[in-house]
Structure formats: structure tokens, C-alpha cells
């Protein structure tokens, strides 16, 4: 008899014990990578998705977090950053005004940060150790065509150093990072800078992102889009002033949606000085949406009228854009465009980078780069933020407990520290 009353115990025990860590409960969900906008509860066990349904037991969980009137999505991925900020370099977007990503990512319910070109092939090994491997938030990276990236305009011009077969060496050693390769702020009037980076992309079989820098009559930006860039390439800044959108009639130019149609990805990288609210406001009234909403974020757009990826989107938002779009454009379309699927949707499986949030209701304003300004009547607010299944940001701590409930012991290291009273 001793031995099957013993199996009943075992048995019941582990049956007792929870099935998740966390269970984020009544929210609503919109994971557009799933066809998921509804009422969910969101499971995680083991910094992993392991169900989303409705009606998911609280017993189940060793933690629950109540999420009633708030909206859950997939962490956020921002296309386009700035992050090498460790070469002490003054005023250069590979220096001074790079931003280490943990000091924004988590309260903006970003979870990844693609790297834009700051580093080249020549530095990329110092950025990767002295950012990407120290930081919580996850950092990929695109690689500059210029060698030594963004570390001065001059460098950035140095056809010598467009190696290709460099580059895309240097992609295939840090696949597990790499996402893309760069071209950016090319002064010349020729298209060294774009063809070198995309032999480099087609030798390591990752896309191109283009920052055309300088719009020249020798180079026409629709020639970019309509001729240069293959299937899956990204056009970045695409809200830039000098980007024709119209013609005489106020049409869209017809060279977009036949740019988009051939595969080209069109990403808004903010930046301080690469949104007009005239061409968003045109595009987005026509139909005509981004591929990727991203910031890019350094320390002067975050300052200034960009801010962060929330008040890009609400911006966005204003002018048009549905809410389910916004978060799709944010969350699954960039995972795509980088080739990494498993990032950007909610499924069973799938590392647990989960963004909440509250949708503000109110009278809000939102500047472009240049000081134009459109009035809204919502804005995204985080309210908290999941890394692989850890609470990394909670801005109303949700998932704190009630300090009434610890015991008089709470934060005094034991074996460590000594309470003395007087």
C-alpha cells in the first residue's frame, strides 16, 4: 500500500505546482504576425510564450498581472538606431551622439534595436564588444559600407575603403548579430556608395538599408527605388523632404507603388531632420504606408520632435494610420524585413518580448523635423515591458506586490547585513 500512496503524492504535488511564470490577464491582444486583435490572456513559462487564449486560470501562474483596459503586443523592434556611443568621439553619430540602448529601449517597450550603420566593417568588433554583449536590450546590427562606419562625414566618403568582400566576411562572423549592410550620408555624385553596398549584401545574403544623404540631379531618388534596389532592400527617411511623393494633381507618384510592388521596403527612420509632415500627411491619406516605423534614435531626435518609438507611432497615428497597423508596422513587418521570425509576434515557442500598453485619450500635439505640428486625440503609453520573460520596465508597477505583505526582513541581506538598533 506504501508504494502507490506514495505516486498519489508525488503526483499531486507536481500537478500543484504552476504552469507559468507569468500570466498577463485581460488585456487585449493585437499581434498582427497571428492574425491576433482581440480580448487574450498572454502565458509565459521558461522566458518563452506558452499560450495565449482567453480565460487562462490565474491558479495557473505563480504570478498574475492584471491587464484589464490595456493593450498587449509583441515587443517592439526599432529598424532604425544609433547606438555606438563608447569611441569617445565628439559629435559624431558613432560617439557622442550614439545612445546606449538600455537607457530607452525598455520604458518605449522596445525590445530590439537594429543598429543603423554606425560601425563599419573596421569597428564593428568594438561595437559589438563595448554595446551589443553588455546590453540587456537586444542589439543587431547593420553594417556601414564605409569601413570605419559613421565615425566621421570624411570617412563616410572614402570609396578606398567600400569593400565589399570585407564586409560581407565580417557579416557571415557575427551572423548571430548582422542583419544588413548601410549606405549613408554619401556626398558624391555617383552610386559607389549604394552598388558596394549591395554587392556586400548579395556576397553575405542579407539586405541593403539606404540613406540616400544627398538628393542630386545625377542620382534621382527614384532611380534608387525603381532601379537600384532589389526585392527586400530598404529605403529609409522615406517622409525626407526632397522625396517626391505628388504630382501636379496631388496624386501619388506612381513610382512608389511600382518601387514597393518590385519589393522594395520603404522605412520611416525619423531622425532629427527626416520626417515633413507634408509628405507623411500625402502619403498616408493615399494608402501609401511604411514597410517599418523607426525612430532613427540618437541624441538629438530623441530631443527633439521624434522622441521615441511610441510618439512616432501616435504621430503616425494622427495622420491616419490605424492603431492594429502602427503596432504591425513595429513589431512583425521589421522582423521580416531582417529575416529574423522568431522576433516580432506572440508564439507558443517564441522568446516572451511583450509590450503594454495604455492608449491615452486626450488632446495631444506632435511635431515633424522641422517644427510642423499635427494635433491627435490619442497616444501610446507603456506601461510595462517583458525581455524574455523578465519585467524589465512597469511603469505603474503592476507586477510589484503590495509592500504590506513583506516580512520585516525584506532587504537586509542575510549572512551580509547586521540590523543594530540603538
Same mark, same amino acid.
Request: charged share 20%; hydrophobic share 40%.
Given at each position: 500500500? !506504501? ?60 504570478? *498574475?498581472? #492584471? ?60 561595437? $559589438?564588444?563595448?554595446?551589443? #554583449? ?45 542583419? /544588413? ?17 549591395? @554587392?556586400?549584401? !548579395? ?67 525619423? /531622425? ?5 509632415? $507634408? ?32 510618439? *512616432? ?53 506632435? $511635431?515633424?523635423?522641422?517644427?510642423? !505640428?499635427?494635433?491627435?486625440?490619442? $497616444?501610446?503609453?507603456? @506601461? ?19 509592500? !504590506? ?18
Amino acid at each position: 500500500m !506504501k508504494a502507490p500512496l506514495l505516486i498519489v503524492l508525488l503526483a499531486s504535488g507536481a500537478a500543484a505546482q504552476p504552469a507559468y511564470d507569468l500570466l498577463l490577464k485581460g488585456g487585449h491582444v493585437i499581434d498582427p504576425g497571428n492574425r491576433i486583435d482581440g480580448p487574450m490572456d498572454v502565458a509565459i513559462a521558461g522566458g518563452r510564450i506558452a499560450a495565449v487564449g482567453p480565460a487562462i486560470s490565474s491558479s495557473t501562474a505563480r504570478k *498574475t498581472v #492584471d491587464a484589464t483596459g490595456l493593450y498587449l503586443t509583441p515587443g517592439l523592434i526599432d529598424l532604425h538606431t544609433h547606438l555606438f556611443a563608447t569611441t569617445g568621439v565628439p559629435g559624431a553619430w558613432a560617439g557622442d551622439s550614439s545612445v546606449l540602448p538600455d537607457t530607452l529601449s525598455f520604458r518605449t517597450g522596445v525590445t530590439t534595436m537594429v543598429d543603423a550603420g554606425s560601425s563599419g566593417y573596421r569597428n564593428f568588433e568594438a561595437f $559589438r564588444n563595448t554595446v551589443i #554583449d553588455r546590453s540587456q536590450t537586444r542589439v543587431l546590427a547593420l553594417i556601414n559600407v564605409a569601413g570605419y562606419g559613421m565615425m566621421t562625414d570624411a570617412l563616410e566618403q572614402d570609396v578606398q575603403d567600400m569593400l565589399p568582400e570585407r564586409i560581407a566576411a565580417l557579416a557571415r562572423k557575427h551572423k548571430d548579430v548582422v542583419v /544588413g549592410v548601410k549606405s549613408a550620408h554619401y556626398q558624391r555624385p555617383d552610386w559607389i556608395s549604394v552598388d558596394r553596398a549591395m @554587392e556586400a549584401g !548579395k556576397l553575405a545574403g542579407i539586405p541593403v538599408m539606404v540613406d540616400f544623404g544627398y538628393f542630386l540631379p545625377e542620382r534621382p531618388y527614384w532611380k534608387l527605388v525603381s532601379e537600384r534596389l532589389r526585392p527586400g532592400d530598404i529605403s529609409t527617411h522615406m517622409f525626407r523632404g526632397p522625396v517626391p511623393f505628388l504630382d501636379a494633381q496631388g496624386k501619388l507618384l506612381p513610382y512608389l507603388r511600382t518601387a514597393r510592388n518590385r519589393g522594395v521596403k520603404f522605412d520611416v527612420g525619423h /531622425g532629427g531632420g527626416s520626417l515633413v509632415m $507634408r509628405n507623411a500627411a500625402a502619403s498616408l491619406s493615399q494608402g501609401f504606408y511604411p514597410d517599418s516605423i523607426s525612430t532613427d534614435l540618437h541624441t538629438g531626435s530623441m530631443n527633439a520632435g521624434m522622441m521615441d518609438m511610441p510618439a *512616432t507611432m501616435s504621430k503616425l497615428m494622427a495622420l491616419g494610420l490605424p492603431l492594429k497597423d502602427a503596432i504591425l508596422l513595429s513589431t512583425w513587418n521589421p522582423a521580416q524585413m531582417i529575416n529574423r521570425t522568431e522576433l516580432g509576434r506572440l508564439s507558443k515557442g517564441t522568446v516572451a518580448d511583450i509590450a503594454v500598453w495604455t492608449l491615452a485619450r486626450g488632446a495631444f500635439g506632435f $511635431r515633424d523635423s522641422f517644427g510642423g !505640428k499635427i494635433s491627435g486625440r490619442e $497616444r501610446l503609453i507603456c @506601461e510595462m515591458t517583458i525581455k524574455d520573460g523578465a519585467v524589465v520596465w512597469d511603469y505603474n508597477s503592476r507586477a510589484a506586490d503590495d509592500f !504590506k505583505t513583506q516580512g520585516p526582513k525584506t532587504g537586509v541581506r542575510e549572512g551580509i547585513d547586521h540590523v543594530i538598533s540603538p
